[in-house]
């Protein structure tokens, strides 16, 4: 090769060496093709060794000889070249087998290996395969060992920058793949976070988190709307600004246990609030962090104030049901009593009355007997009659003009003897002159309350007086207040609302020493409501009682009084 076209070939070499340092691949076929030009010979190859030893044929010019790096010779020939630190004439080394059979498989006589060094570290090599023309090689060979030592460097940074850009890609596939994890991750804790704000916002239960010294952290809208407020309204309060002394010093010491025993535990409880009254089935349980270090409590609160109502209701519906049956019990068995009694006094003396030895006196006092007893017979029987129309709603109610003054002189008239035999004073007292006191409202009922209250008055009064008679109260509308008042045995208070009712009378004692159906005051009430009025009492033990009820005030002809 003339001196010309080899300076000529090697600045351009050189050259191109630096404008394709960022493209390895191009820069070796272009040295494969300049070198091939430069030294006249049939095949040119550049083999990298892979991190495994194994040679990656990096370039091979011509195209057409690509056969050549296919066959197991020539692959045994690269990873012997990478043994090689130097330039090495393989015709030299024709004792090596592998060399033997590839001069004799591709029928070429000589060949040169030139490593690609980088840091004393063959990476490949350059072979050389058919040089034809020998002079000269030893100038041509400095250069490809130059080009060589450029060329290396130029593979090892396209490695690294290979290997780097592998790195980056992977970690990049990392990252992103980290990335939709954590975003999945964050999605599934939005929708968990979303589905325990629901669960805790539409549990239907109270759900509130307390600090360890009782203040609160936060209240779910069922806990708030318990006591009566937002939940915003009671972060950071303490217990004892929400509850009265007493429920927050029991609220506060029920945290503490809590936190203590680190277990749950159930209170029932009445709580008494601002603004009502409610009852609360509650379940304090720990709050723990990671390491299981208490944080609070967590106390959740079912209102069952109405289920509670309910259960107190029918507490008392069964107490009033016992009690009407024991009532009903003693009621059969005061009747048997009471009407045994003049029965057996109305069969004794009716026989009686069949002896041919009686006088005439005794004839007429068996007689009075028998009349009295029927009497008593027929005025329980009576009460009994009167006392189941009112409950079945067949009482009715027969409006005519009544003189009330007159009503009060037989009442007068019909007690006289009795309260005179006892020692009584009998009182009575009207309100109206005879001509204003005519009214309109049912005589017979209006008559049996006061008989009814009459009668009680002289059976609970041993001394002193009886005060009836009525009195009229301009109120929205004029009424008649009648009362009937006596200095009997009185009352106790905790017995005078239930008076009123059927069987009952005020003492157990009373039936033993007075007896009676306690049938009387039921139906007297019974019948004042039926009028339009109202009956009340007022009464002190061992200083007497007074009974009053009200009547609508209706003249016959209508004026006012």
């Known amino acids: 090769m003339k001196d010309k076209t080899f300076l000529y070939v090697y600045y351009d070499i050189m050259q191109n060496v630096l404008q394709m340092a960022d493209n390895p691949g191009q820069l070796a076929e272009y040295l494969t093709h300049q070198i091939r030009e430069l030294i006249g010979t049939k095949t040119v190859v550049i083999a990298i060794q892979k991190e495994n030893g194994e040679p990656e044929i990096y370039s091979v010019f011509p195209k057409r000889r690509t056969e050549i790096i296919k066959t197991s010779s020539f692959l045994k020939l690269c990873e012997l070249s990478f043994q090689f630190t130097s330039i090495k004439y393989l015709s030299d080394q024709t004792n090596k087998p592998e060399i033997t059979h590839l001069f ?147 609220y506060y010491t029920r945290i503490q246990k809590a936190i203590t025993s680190e277990k749950s535990i159930n209170y029932e409880d009445r709580v008494i609030l601002p603004t009502t009254e409610k009852w609360f089935l509650s379940t304090f349980t720990t709050i723990k962090n990671r390491k299981s270090e208490v944080l609070g409590v967590q106390i959740i609160s079912q209102d069952i104030t109405e289920m509670k109502q309910s259960e107190i209701a ?81 009482e009715k109610v027969h409006i005519m003009p009544v003189n009330i003054n007159s009503i009060i002189i037989e009442l007068l008239t ?51 007086s009886i005060e009836f008679g009525y009195q009229v109260l301009i109120l929205a509308e004029p009424v008649l207040e009648f009362f009937v008042k006596d200095t009997g045995i009185g009352i106790k208070h905790e017995h005078q609302t239930k008076i009123f009712d059927r069987f009952i009378q005020a003492d157990q004692s009373i039936q033993s020493s007075y007896g009676g159906t306690g049938l009387g005051l039921a139906i007297s009430k019974a019948f004042t409501n039926l009028l339009g009025g109202e009956m009340r009492l007022e009464s002190e033990p061992g200083k007497g009682s007074a009974f009053y009820f009200t009547l609508p005030f209706k003249t016959v002809n209508g004026s006012l009084p």
């Open 104 to 250: 004799k498989d591709f029928e070429i006589k000589n060949a040169i290996t030139i490593p690609i060094n980088t840091s004393q570290k063959t990476i490949g090599s350059i072979i050389l395969l058919e040089v034809m023309d020998l002079s000269g090689i030893e100038s041509v060979i400095n250069l490809l060992e130059k080009l060589s030592a450029v060329f290396g460097l130029i593979i090892r940074n396209s490695y690294l920058f290979h290997n780097l850009e592998t790195e980056v890609d992977h970690r990049t596939v990392e990252l992103k793949q980290r990335n939709i994890q954590l975003q999945e991750a964050k999605e599934k804790a939005e929708e968990n976070e979303e589905k325990y704000r629901l669960l805790h916002e539409n549990a239907g239960l109270g759900i509130g988190y307390y600090d360890r010294d009782g203040f609160v952290l936060s209240y779910n809208s069922v806990a708030a709307n318990h006591m009566n407020g937002n939940p915003v309204d009671f972060i950071g309060k303490s217990v004892f600004q929400l509850f009265p002394k007493k429920e927050a010093e029991r």
């Open 314 to 394: 029918l507490m008392k519906a069964l107490e009033k049901a016992e009690e009407s049956e024991r009532l009903k019990t003693s009621f059969l068995q005061n009747m048997s009593h009471e009407i045994r009694t003049p029965l057996n006094a109305i069969c004794g003396f009716s026989d009686a009355l069949a002896f041919k030895d009686i006088t005439e006196d005794d004839r007429k006092n068996y007689i009075k007997v028998i009349q009295n007893s029927s009497n008593q017979l027929l005025a329980i029987v009576n009460d009994i009659l009167t006392m189941s129309a009112v409950q079945t709603n067949q």
């Open 414 to 464: 019909t007690f006289k003897a009795q309260a005179t035999n006892k020692n009584i004073l009998l009182i009575a007292k009207r309100a109206l002159s005879d001509e204003k006191s005519e009214i309109l409202t049912d005589k017979t009922k209006l008559t049996q309350i006061l008989s009814n209250l009459m009668t009680n008055a002289l059976k609970f009064t041993h001394q002193g």
